[in-house]
């Protein structure tokens, strides 16, 4: 059976530049900066193709963190008429050079993740992820696309259906408080 060659052993220094190249924030950290403030939030969610939407406000506050190395957006609204309470968290991973998020709330015990690119404008970011259906009892593929305008910005979140179409299943149109 033949192995692998092991890599040269590397001195403490290299490792350490190694380390730090992927620990300090670069300009795809910039784009984070584009959730931070506080914004009143439009809610609309559908439950199946062809439904009216049902719709609510909320309100969310986004924070940078770690000398801006991600940002923290709590979400506060209801939804289905509940009180909803939610908070994601996004990041520039520099070793995987994509976004990455997660999504936990009041409603669920599951953390939901994503991730995904800036479109060639650096204001369009396509995220992918799994999203576990309850009433299907299976994870489903989903897509978000976040589109920064000035002073505003839109979530949309796009379910795969068991025919293999995309159904848009919710929008946020968060709006910056002035």
């Not at 984070?32 to 009143?40: A, E, N, P, R, T």
């Not at 976004?99 to 404008?121: K, P, Q, R």
């Not at 299907?136 to 025919?163: L, N, W």
Request: hydrophobic share 35%; proline share 4%; charged share 30%.
């Amino acid at each position: 059976m033949a192995y692998p060659q092991e890599k040269k052993q590397m001195s403490q220094q290299d490792m350490m530049a190694q380390m730090m190249k992927y620990a300090m924030p670069t300009k795809e950290h910039d784009f984070l900066k584009s959730c931070v403030g506080d914004w009143d939030v439009e809610v609309k969610s559908w439950m199946k193709p062809g439904d009216e939407p049902a719709m609510s406000k909320g309100t969310m506050k986004g924070e940078l963190f770690f000398d801006g190395r991600y940002v923290k957006c709590n979400f506060d609204g209801m939804m289905m008429a509940q009180p909803f309470k939610g908070m994601q968290i996004i990041g520039y991973d520099l070793f995987q050079k994509k976004y990455v998020g997660f999504w936990i709330d009041n409603m669920s015990t599951n953390f939901y993740l994503s991730s995904g690119t800036l479109d060639a404008s650096g204001k369009v970011l396509t995220e992918t992820g799994m999203r576990p259906d309850p009433m299907a009892g299976a994870m489903k593929k989903v897509k978000i696309v976040t589109t920064h305008m000035d002073g505003k910005f839109k979530y949309e979140m796009f379910r795969t259906e068991p025919d293999g179409k995309e159904f848009k299943s919710m929008e946020l149109m968060y709006s910056r408080k002035m």
